[in-house]
């Protein structure tokens, strides 16, 4: 049972063949099984999804009206507030703070009567690409142990691939949904920015910040997409527009007559060859249903990674603020005589991870008086021009595509100690952010030299979101057709307790 | 030998730069929905917002903007068709976010001026005082010092956070440098900010009270030797907290920065703090690096962008400058120049002007809160809005006094125990059974008493020694425990006692 | 070419609020030398004529009515505090300028 897509799973709970507990209960086991090698979890609340499955069960007994996803399992990631559940970000210091209240994402699981299980790993305050900065150890990749998941949501694509949750939320600042699907083989969706609330969603850079659904088919994606979207009065920059038609699109997948813009700067030198060769196939694949495929320039794409990292650490920086010791979280020093100012110095000393540290101290850094014109202010502009490359793109095609990341799964440990090298990997996911458009990553096959999963990326224009689920769905279904099961069907069978 | 006054003005001219911080009287927070009622059991007015929980966003509120624009507008500023929020960067415990939500580089109001008049010897002159923008920003929590000996922050072990003030909406009004008022600095300075106090109370946007520092003021001094262009080193005194301190806190710097030059020693340039008792100031502790605000554009709020229709309805509904109203009511009342400058200064014309609005006579009005009532605010040293006595209290006992019921003598028995905290004018009168003796019969017994035991001045008076009087009247008062009216004892004993009062 | 001396990093971990041991605040000196050099790359297009975007959305005037909506509790406000006293947080002396 665990391993069908989640609308699946609702069709069995609709007809009355299974029920919410027991799928529940499933899923809990599984974690029970597995997740000592995973890691994907940090919590997991079982009387919680327990009592909240069973009150669906309750409602459906009624007759009552459900949404289409009711009693569908979820997996957190733990950057999200949920009232009384203890909510980490991944960080020392803020563990065992319960949060006394939800955010507006988890309000709308809530409502939709989707049942959270638990909070995922994640690369502390969602900073890195491998959940390997999570303060509370690493993310395992169910397709190899000794690689990482992705990060920074490498906990919800972890618990994806390895059937402990039909679906997952993450938070994408620049590609923390999209490069974690990518190398665990599984979907998933950073809306156009405004979206999804950010109320409740512990910021990282708010300015860049998407929460998502994340999935295992383009389907299940769409269906939890709609379950979260929405305006939200609590969030400023949240969009008041209806929310694009993303259901239907991923229903449909008819990609005849569309024009598909292939980003000449995002392929080519650093990129593995099993990416290229997967996501050549891809075209080909999309062109056999029906689209058509140019390819576009963006010239001020190379340097998205450079304004990315004075924005997200400038933000951050600010944003982090809030983490002193005084109203929650960790307080480190509190011995007689101490003051409020070294508590807070060696609480942040103690409480952050030398990444979150570097980012806060680049940030603090770009924002100074006498730099903010040559490195902040001068990133903000860098964004203006990668707008305007994607305006200019969007101009001749409907979507654009790329692969998702450079490479497959690299190894845990592997680029640990080399900042650089490890911010390379969201090369491509980076530009969607800044710009503050839709982005989709699906899976795209096994790359041939490691067997291990590409990411097939797709980029739609900002409030246009049903456009990538019209190729994401077109791509998944001609996969499907030639592989003959889910990918995740080649993935190895995991070592159960 | 200490400067005096005099001696500083004739050799230097001091340059002010005010910045008053006004808090709005919405009734929800500047970013969150949290209410505003002041005085409220601690960290009952917060949430996720207020108190920077991991995750919450501010919202801005619309009133706020509104009463911004509007102060705006009446100091005459321009109103910026795009302006922003930024953050200001920096930790303190009693800032929950550690930054502040404030404007920097694009504010919403700019380029004012206020017209103050002083009253001089040289008779009324007046300043214009130029304004350089109105921002907004949010307050921050409270914190109570614990331990050491005086409850300050120096010496104590230990500080408790209320955080139901953080994120009240304020409004900072930055003044451009102003020069050229010379010796009267202090007082024009006072005027500005009693000024832009009525301003902002007409437009009833802020409960403008200083002793609750919802409206506060922080002065920048600096002096230069008169005829020299360049600007001298300031000091900035911080939350100065009265009308009467503002001009306290200014002269004290001005001497206090002529005795350094004087002396060939370097004014620093720091923030001081006033002292209320000593009316001087006391350095705060300098800081060791400058601070660096990072200011940056707040990600989480979108920009302002009024349009003009908005800002013209808001222009629309301006009330009258409280200048011009002031003129108004001179005329209405008959006042004299004189009697008008001294309500001002003592800072009674509103409450004269309630307690008219309630029917009193504005003669009359106009003594009690100028005379008895501003008497014991003296004695007690407080303010008059602090006492416990308001403009329906005081047109209660005018219109009792009028009726006859009061006399002059009772009517301040009964002011003295509405402020003692008895109760409303006629709760005290019922209480300490206050009532003008006014039946005939019950005086004319007294009267009858009295003659008895006083027959030797009573005889006097039979033979036409009529100043005897003023010894059985006393006595008829003490006898009737100081209820009855005087004259009408005095009328009585004599017709009585066989004389005509006349 | 950028670099940050052990000096600057120092001064910006006493603005963060963050103590920093000396191998740290030289090892992060060090590894700033790279990144600056790398980030540095914005100043090569952003020229005067590039206005510069803060935000991704067009979005303009959102506001809220001024509603007062049900604060936390007092226990709730304090469920996460490291230390209370008398319904209020409490945080060791602050040493600074006197509010």
């Not at chain 2, 002010?16 to 970013?31: A, C, D, I, R």
Request: hydrophobic share 40%; with cysteine; net charge negative.
């Amino acid at each position: 049972m665990i391993h069908l897509s989640a609308a699946q799973m609702a069709a069995k709970l609709a007809t009355g063949e299974t029920t919410s507990v027991a799928l529940t209960q499933a899923h809990l086991d599984r974690i029970n099984s597995v997740d000592s090698g995973v890691h994907a979890f940090l919590y997991v609340d079982t009387d919680g999804a327990l009592a909240q499955a069973a009150a669906v069960d309750a409602k459906r007994e009624q007759g009552q009206d459900l949404s289409p996803l009711a009693g569908i399992p979820l997996a957190l990631k733990d950057v999200m507030t949920q009232k009384g559940i203890p909510t980490t970000a991944g960080s020392k210091i803020l563990e065992g703070w319960r949060p006394p209240y939800d955010s507006t994402v988890v309000s709308k699981l809530k409502a939709n009567d989707i049942v959270i299980l638990g909070k995922t790993n994640m690369d502390e305050f969602a900073m890195g690409s491998s959940t390997e900065n999570s303060a509370y150890g690493p993310t395992h990749n169910p397709w190899d142990l000794t690689r990482i998941p992705g990060g920074s949501g490498g906990g919800s694509s972890a618990a994806l691939a390895a059937f402990e949750a039909p679906l997952a939320i993450g938070t994408d600042t620049g590609g923390s949904i999209r490069q974690p699907a990518a190398v665990t083989g599984t979907v998933g969706v950073k809306p156009t920015y405004g979206g999804v609330s950010r109320f409740g969603l512990i910021a990282f850079s708010s300015s860049l910040d998407q929460a998502g659904p994340c999935a295992r088919t383009v389907l299940d994606a769409a269906l939890l997409h709609e379950a979260i979207a929405g305006h939200d009065p609590k969030d400023s920059t949240s969009i008041n527009a209806p929310v694009p038609q993303v259901v239907a699109a991923a229903k449909s997948g008819d990609v005849k007559g569309m024009k598909i813009g292939v980003v000449k700067e995002l392929n080519g030198d650093g990129y593995q060859s099993g990416v290229r060769t997967r996501f050549e196939e891809s075209l080909e694949l999309l062109a056999a249903a029906g689209a058509e495929i140019v390819e576009v320039s963006a010239p001020n794409f190379e340097y998205a990674l450079a304004a990315y990292y004075l924005i997200a650490p400038s933000e951050c920086s600010s944003n982090l603020a809030r983490f002193d010791a005084m109203r929650y979280g960790l307080r480190v020093g509190d011995v007689d005589g101490a003051s409020a100012e070294s508590v807070m110095n060696l609480t942040r000393e103690v409480g952050f991870g030398r990444e979150v540290k570097r980012r806060i101290i680049l940030g603090t850094y770009a924002l100074s008086s006498g730099y903010y014109d040559a490195y902040y202010g001068s990133a903000q502009k860098v964004r203006t021009l990668i707008t305007q490359d994607f305006n200019n793109a969007f101009e001749k095609c409907d979507v654009m595509v790329s692969p998702t990341c450079p490479t497959t799964a690299f190894k845990i440990g592997e680029k640990s100690n080399d900042p650089i090298a490890m911010y390379l990997n969201d090369i491509a996911t980076i530009p969607v952010n800044m710009a503050g458009i839709g982005g989709m990553s699906l899976p795209a096959g096994l790359a041939p030299e490691d067997g291990l999963p590409v990411g097939f990326q797709i980029m739609s224009p900002a409030m246009q979101d049903q456009r990538m689920y019209l190729v994401g769905a077109a791509l998944e279904a001609a996969l499907l057709s030639k592989w003959g099961a889910p990918l995740l069907s080649k993935a190895p069978e995991l070592a159960g307790k | 030998m200490a400067l005096t006054y005099e001696d500083v003005v004739a050799k230097y001219e001091p340059v002010l730069g005010l910045e008053v911080h006004v808090e709005l009287n919405t009734h929800s927070k500047m970013f969150c929905g949290c209410s505003t009622i002041f005085g409220a059991e601690p960290n009952t007015q917060t949430c996720p917002v207020c108190l920077a929980l991991p995750g919450a966003l501010p919202t801005v509120n619309e009133k706020a903007i509104e009463s911004t624009i509007k102060i705006g507008l009446a100091l005459n500023c321009s109103i910026a068709p795009f302006s922003r929020f930024a953050r200001k960067n920096y930790f303190y415990p009693d800032m929950p976010k550690n930054f502040q939500i404030s404007q920097y580089d694009e504010p919403i109001c700019v380029n004012g001026y206020v017209d103050v008049e002083i009253e001089t010897d040289e008779g009324p002159m007046s300043f214009r005082i130029e304004i350089e923008r109105v921002h907004m920003e949010e307050d921050t929590g409270k914190s109570l010092h614990v331990g050491g000996a005086t409850g300050r922050i120096h010496g104590a072990e230990y500080s408790l956070l209320d955080y139901n003030r953080a994120g009240i909406p304020l409004v900072e009004i930055v003044t451009k440098i102003v020069p050229g008022t010379g010796k009267y600095a202090p007082e024009v300075a006072k005027a500005y900010v009693a000024e832009l106090r009525d301003i902002l109370r007409s437009l009833g946007v802020s409960d403008v009270k200083m002793e609750q520092g919802s409206l506060r003021c922080d002065a920048n001094v600096s002096l230069r030797l008169i005829g020299i262009e360049t600007l001298g080193t300031r000091s900035e005194t911080k939350n100065v907290n009265s009308l009467r301190s503002v001009e306290r806190a200014i002269r004290g710097e001005m001497i206090r920065h002529a005795e350094l030059l004087n002396k060939g020693e370097r004014v620093v340039q720091e923030t001081r703090h006033f002292q209320e008792e000593s009316g001087l100031t006391r350095s705060g502790r300098s800081k060791e690096q400058a601070e660096d605000y990072r200011y940056f554009p707040e990600p989480d709020l979108v920009p302002v962008a009024p349009d003009a229709a908005w800002i013209e309805t808001l222009r629309a509904g301006l009330p009258e400058r409280p200048s011009v109203h002031r003129k108004r009511l001179q005329e209405a009342w008959a006042v004299p120049d004189k009697e008008m400058a001294a309500m001002i200064n003592a800072d009674v014309l509103n409450i004269v002007e309630a307690t008219v609005n309630l029917g009193a006579d504005p003669t009359k009005a106009r003594s009690w809160w100028l005379g008895e009532i501003s008497r014991i605010a003296n004695d007690k040293e407080v303010t008059i809005a602090n006492l416990n006595i308001t403009p329906v209290d005081v047109a209660e006992i005018v219109a009792l006094v009028s009726a006859g019921e009061l006399t002059d003598k009772l009517a301040r028995q009964v002011v003295e125990g509405v402020i003692a905290g008895e109760g409303k004018p006629s709760e005290v009168i019922a209480a300490r059974g206050i009532k003008v003796v006014n039946d005939d019969g019950a005086l004319m017994a007294a009267i009858e008493k009295v003659c008895t035991e006083q027959p030797e001045t009573a005889e006097k008076i039979r033979n036409g020694h009529l100043p005897a009087a003023g010894a059985l009247i006393g006595a008829v008062m003490k006898e009737t425990k100081g209820q009855a009216d005087a004259a009408r004892v005095r009328e009585l004993l004599l017709g009585h006692l066989g004389q005509s009062s006349n | 070419m950028s670099s940050l001396s052990r000096d600057d990093v120092a001064n910006l971990a006493r603005l963060a609020r963050i103590e920093m041991s000396e191998e740290e605040l030289v090892s992060l000196s060090n590894e700033f030398t790279v990144i600056l050099d790398a980030v540095a790359r914005v100043q090569e297009v952003a020229g005067a004529d590039v206005e510069p975007t803060s935000h991704p959305l067009p979005l303009r005037n959102v506001f809220r009515p001024d509603v007062v909506i049900p604060s936390l509790s007092p226990q709730e406000a304090l469920s996460g505090a490291p230390a209370q006293e008398d319904a209020r947080f409490r945080v060791p002396q602050i040493l600074g300028e006197e509010a």
